[in-house]
């Protein structure tokens, strides 16, 4: 219950915030909407002087003037209007965008733990069904405090005309607000599940597009198929419990002023009768009861506005709330140059959340240009060395130490600069193979490029792409092996020039027969470069100056490769040297 | 895929999905008229009891007035509530329909389409277009029905209070349509650039989180916001275009009242004169004609919406619409259980003009391994793909079992050819979860027994929480062996006749590599099994090799056979050779 009320109150503070931040724009629309409001309410009044003082006592002047008169507010109106239109659309489409762009700039600071757990569709979702649910009641806004605005102004007026009268249309009008207040909450909990529906849905969408190749290999599309159609109905369902709150809200507010009417018609007919109330007078009551219906009707539409919007900014604040947990100190050490690139991992303890840990007091040095492969078992935690390196992550517990310094202490872009860590995985963005390669050093030159490629031994098949250099990579883009990818992002990583190279497993796609062409690369790469290599073939891992052996979380065995393949049993087993003797 | 749909082809292909709606439309239009006709009764007992009633000081009209209102009043919440239900049941139903056609679709297209189009841009059309949509959709039977109801009935009690005044308020009718043509001439290209935007948008939005860590660890977050940017700022642009498409026609509809206003009342004025018009009419029609514009102007801001909505359906639809060539053909049959796989004279190039693969002929024995080899771009994945039907060959054919896949029903296709890509991609959910994507309705002991044969069932009960783990998105807890275990096990539930291999090259940890050889070894055993080999101890391995060479089989025969004719395989298997020795 507690943490309900905390989202409820982040959520409201959050769309205070947005308010806020568009002050102007909201200002602007709420003068114009209260002009145009003004134009649409005298226009009738006008209308019947004109009737009353230049038809009928046929007096040309005055008609004339009234005519202008007529004509100036339907004026105003065109120009109000449409203001207010500009208005209604800016607040609504810079909100989107602020919205959006926050919660991008967001998760790109937060670290990569944060993304192992949330991947990009869940984010999306919140980037752009949420923040539109927000902007929605941006466009709304201004047009909603005019009308909440008439409403008073409606009222007040009734109230000096004939307070009795009044006090009959109005005393219903509490009832709205405790009615909407009570059930704002459960709207809040149901708006919140349909929006965790269409989250869910539009991660499936990402997940299969991005996976394609093996729903098409399985021919799974009608099993995903199946998956979405419960999601999607699902969806239906959700937004349907809401329509039954709608069902509830909308009636009763549009009945109210009916109530009004048939009060005034009554009770303020029955006065004129009986002289209590001018004819006059009642037909203006009845009017200005009438000029509540469509204001009323309105702001009950817009209530529902409204909880989307929190419900939106729950699921956002969610996300712009998260602290990165990897954060830069507020006075971070320069990191000196040129950098040695000493790196050492001091009882370092690291786990995934409520799991056991998977690095517990991990101790491991590199000296300044030494060369060092991690072997281990699957899950041991190799990547996990690999990315505390480039402090992708921050252990829990211990150290890591680059030149000497703590690098939670240095600033994160020296740290960065001095460490370039090659993934697993490749990713390659839909740019030309150029801009890929470039990709740490925007500002190298074709020819360093060039270089970095050949070196990757990347050179070769880059010449024969379609369009060289400038070949389109990524989803759109051509399709290249497993082992291609992979030379490109060594070239970005040697083109980036890091002191420290992490080469987490950066060669396994590339065809055994193929890496001695790049072996003889890396060899000139890693000379006088501290590297930390992660690796299972052999000779890979010879042509690191010292091996260590990741096991249960800590370095078991270290020494030199032959060392290594003479003394320790379970050093052959994890190279499965044996199995190959055998 | 179609980036505009005309509204013809929109409501074709929409036709059907509303069809089975159509009881809750109707409903729900008859609930809009009841709840417009209360509203429109509203005045007249008003103008009755004020007319007959307390005018005369007579109570008895007044109370009956008073109690008929009474009456309405009680009535229209109930009227209202149907209204709500069904406009929402129908709005949300349809666009359910809409949205599971679409993934449909979606599901029902090659491979190739994916290869052209950005992930981010099918993404919002299922995502950002359907929702943009829900508003019109749920507002549109409503504003339309009631707000031309309304206008049809003063339009009617105009022309009877006065024809020449009607005449006369014609007036209003060119900046009308004037208004509306410029309106509508601009609004279909802007609301079609804002949702192209809002593709742009997503599609680097989608990027940029989906390699976050390459952007972290290259420090390439300012860049990738200042490249973000624009894009974001171009969809602001696009909806200040729009904006000022809109009051094209909003403001004009405040003009056209003022005008039609100012001339029927110098009109009346001069009839009053001539004493042709009573004080009353004049009163009356005037009240009528201010009355009408509250629903033009409310249907005219619709019509915003309903641009909007328009755009983003004609992007759905142009998706629904994306011509097929992988379908179904009529009297299309089953594949059988097993058969020989041939292939004769196929012929395949992409834009249709450079043959990719040429004149390929192959045949394989039911439970043969082949293996593919050759340089890049020789049409070893193209062949794969031609054999999966993710395209049909340009000329030659391809059977299984003597029946050309062209003729054989999809569905039984993708039972009995299955291709195993090289990555082993996870959605999110269990493993158990994800192994059953091969077949949504196997059983527990089906995804268990399909673990088990493959020797992986072990290695992930002994997870914490076993088959019920969850993987998260994209499996970044599970290793890259993980998930090629994951893939391999699907394969094994599917239980197909022929395995489509596209041999992961990375090398895992030798125990992890040996659990995924055993795995491959226990699932192809008995099967044809067609491997796209990067490693030649694969092709050794298979009974025959078919070495590829600019689209053309070149050499067809068994490893021995091959080395020993010492042509190009026998080249490649030396080199391969002495790459060994220099890894070792």
């Known amino acids: 219950m507690g943490q309900i009320e905390a989202r409820r109150r982040a959520a409201w503070r959050f769309v205070r915030a947005v308010v806020r931040s568009q002050a102007g724009g909201v200002i602007g629309a709420v003068l114009s909407g209260l002009l145009w409001q003004t134009g649409a309410i005298s226009a009738p009044l006008i209308v019947s002087y004109t009737i009353d003082n230049g038809i009928v006592p046929r007096n040309r002047h005055t008609l004339v003037l009234w005519l202008l008169a007529l004509l100036g507010v339907g004026l105003l109106e065109v120009v109000a209007g449409g203001l207010r239109h500009i208005y209604a659309i800016r607040n609504r489409s810079a909100t989107d965008a602020r919205v959006r762009d926050a919660i991008f700039a967001h998760a790109l600071r937060l670290d990569a733990s944060y993304h192992d757990r949330v991947g990009p569709g869940e984010l999306m979702s919140r980037a752009s069904s949420d923040s539109e649910h927000v902007a929605r009641m941006m466009d709304a806004i201004g047009h909603t405090i005019g009308y909440a605005l008439t409403v008073v102004a409606v009222s007040v007026v009734m109230l000096v005309v004939d307070a009795r009268l009044a006090l009959l249309v109005l005393l219903p009008l509490p009832f709205v607000s405790v009615v909407a207040w009570m059930y704002s909450r459960r709207y809040d909990e149901r708006t919140r599940r349909l929006q965790e529906a269409w989250a869910s849905a539009a991660t499936l969408v990402e997940e299969s597009v991005s996976g394609i190749r093996v729903v098409k290999g399985l021919g799974a599309g009608g099993a995903l198929s199946g998956r979405f159609r419960t999601r999607s109905d699902q969806i239906v369902g959700r937004a349907l419990d809401v ?35 001018s004819l006059g007078l009642f037909v203006a009551f009845n009017a200005y ?52 690139g000493e790196v050492r991992l001091e009882s370092v303890r690291f786990g995934h959340e409520g799991n056991r840990p998977v690095l517990d007091g991990l101790e491991l040095e590199l000296r300044a240009g030494e060369s060092v492969a991690l072997v281990g078992a699957t899950g041991s935690g190799k990547s996990t060395v690999a990315g505390l390196l480039a402090r992708l992550y921050d252990p829990d517990g211990g150290r890591v130490l680059l030149d000497g310094h703590d690098v939670r202490e240095l600033r994160l872009a020296h740290v960065r600069q001095a460490v370039a ?19 740490g050093r925007p500002d190298a030159d074709d020819e360093s490029v060039a270089r970095a490629a050949a070196l990757a031994g990347a050179g070769e098949f880059i010449a024969a792409l379609p369009d060289g250099y400038e070949t389109v990579l990524g989803e759109r883009g051509f399709s290249l092996s497993g082992g291609q990818r992979q030379r490109i992002a060594i070239a970005r990583a040697i083109l980036a020039d890091p002191a420290v190279l992490v080469l987490d497993d950066a060669t396994s796609a590339v065809d055994a027969t193929r890496e001695h062409e790049i072996r003889a690369a890396l060899a000139k790469v890693m000379r006088g470069r501290t590297t930390l290599v992660i690796a299972h073939r052999p000779a890979t891992i010879a042509l690191a100056d010292r091996v260590a052996v990741l096991e249960n979380g800590r370095i078991t065995e270290e020494g030199t490769h032959s060392e290594l393949v003479g003394r320790s049993a379970r050093y052959r087993e994890l190279l499965a040297l044996e199995t190959e003797a055998a | 895929m179609n980036e505009r749909a005309s509204l013809r082809e929109i409501w074709r292909e929409t036709r059907g999905l509303i069809r089975p709606l159509r009881g809750r439309y109707l409903g729900a239009a008859a609930a809009v008229i009841g709840s417009t006709l209360i509203t429109l009764a509203g005045p007249a007992l008003v103008r009755y009891a004020v007319d007959s009633g307390i005018s005369k000081d007579a109570r008895g009209p007044l109370d009956a007035a008073a109690i008929a209102f009474l009456c309405l009043a009680a009535a229209k919440p109930f009227v209202v509530r149907a209204q709500t239900l069904l406009a929402a049941g129908a709005g949300e139903r349809f666009l359910g329909s809409l949205r599971t056609a679409a993934f449909d679709k979606l599901q029902a297209l090659p491979l190739g389409f994916f290869e052209r189009e950005r992930a981010g841009v099918l993404l919002s059309r299922l995502t950002s277009d359907v929702q943009s949509l829900t508003e019109f959709i749920r507002e549109a039977l409503i504003e339309v029905v009631g707000s031309g109801l309304q206008i049809a009935l003063t339009v009617v009690a105009l022309v009877i209070l006065s024809p020449t005044l009607a005449a006369v308020s014609l007036i209003a009718l060119p900046i009308l349509i004037a208004s509306s043509w410029t309106f509508h001439h601009s609004a279909g290209r802007v609301y079609h650039a804002i949702r192209d ?84 009419t004049i009163a009356a029609y005037v009240l009528y004609l201010v009355q009408l514009f509250d629903p033009v102007a409310r249907f005219s801001e619709w019509l915003g919406e309903f641009r909007q909505g328009l755009a983003a359906l004609g992007k759905i639809v142009g998706l629904l619409q994306t011509p097929n060539a992988i379908v179904e053909r009529d009297g299309a049959v089953e594949l059988p259980n097993s058969g020989t796989l041939a292939l004769r004279d196929v012929t395949f190039g992409y834009d249709g003009e450079r043959p990719v693969v040429h004149g390929v002929t192959v045949e394989l024995e039911a439970g043969e391994h082949v293996a593919l080899v050759g340089a890049t771009g020789a049409g070893k994945s193209t062949l794969a793909k031609l054999l999966t039907r993710q395209y049909d060959p340009q000329s030659g054919e391809i059977t299984f079992g003597g029946v050309d896949l062209r003729q054989a029903k999809l569905d039984s296709l993708h039972r009995r050819i299955v291709m195993l890509p090289q990555e082993g991609h996870l959605f999110s959910g269990t493993i158990s979860d994800n192994v059953r994507l091969a077949d949504p309705d196997a059983s527990d002991e089906q995804v268990v027994h399909a673990l088990r044969r493959i020797g992986a069932l072990e290695r992930f009960e002994s997870l914490p929480k076993g088959l019920q783990t969850d993987v998260q998105t994209r499996g970044l807890r599970l290793s890259a062996g993980e998930r090629q275990l994951v893939g391999i096990a699907r394969v094994a539930l599917a239980d197909p006749a022929v395995i489509v291999l596209d041999e992961a090259t990375s090398s895992l940890d030798p125990a992890t590599e040996a659990a995924v050889e055993r795995a491959l070894a226990a699932v192809a055993a008995g099967r044809t099994v067609v491997t796209i080999a990067h490693r030649l101890s694969t092709a050794e391995r298979a009974d025959r090799v078919v070495v590829m060479e600019h689209g053309r089989a070149v050499e067809v025969a068994s490893h021995d056979e091959l080395v020993e004719q010492g042509e190009r395989y026998a080249k490649l298997w030396a080199s391969w050779q002495a790459g060994l020795e220099l890894t070792a």
Not at chain 1, 255 to 269: D, E, K, Q, S
Not at chain 1, 307 to 316: D, F, G, H, N, V
Not at chain 1, 425 to 431: D, Q, R, S
Not at chain 2, 250 to 257: G, R, S, W, Y
């Open chain 1, 289 to 340: 009861v009438v000029m509540l219906v469509w204001p009323l009707r309105v702001l009950g539409q817009r209530v529902s506005t409204l909880q989307k919007a929190l419900a939106a900014s729950a699921r956002i604040t969610e996300v712009l709330e998260t602290e990165p947990r990897l954060r830069e100190q507020r006075h971070p050490q320069e990191l000196e140059r040129p950098v040695r």
């Open chain 1, 243 to 277: 329509a039954r709150l709608d069902a509830v809200f909308n009636p009763a507010l549009e009945v109210l002023p009916l109530i009004g009417i048939a009060a005034v018609l009554w009770v303020g007919g029955r006065q004129v009768i009986s002289g209590g109330l």
């Open chain 2, 197 to 280: 935007r809002v593709a742009e948008t997503l599609t680097v939005l989608q990027e940029g989180l989906a390699g976050v860590r390459v952007v972290q660890a290259f420090r390439r977050e300012r860049r990738t916001i200042e490249a973000y940017n624009p894009r974001s700022q171009a969809q602001i642009h696009a909806w200040r275009r729009a904006s000022f498409v809109n009051i094209r026609l909003f403001t004009m509809i405040p003009l056209a009242q003022t005008a039609a206003l100012l001339a029927v009342l110098l009109v009346a004025a001069s009839m009053y004169r001539h004493g042709s018009i009573s004080k009353g």
């Open chain 1, 421 to 439: 860590l090659v993934f697993e995985e490749t990713f390659l963005f839909t740019e030309s193979v150029r801009e890929n390669i470039r990709f």
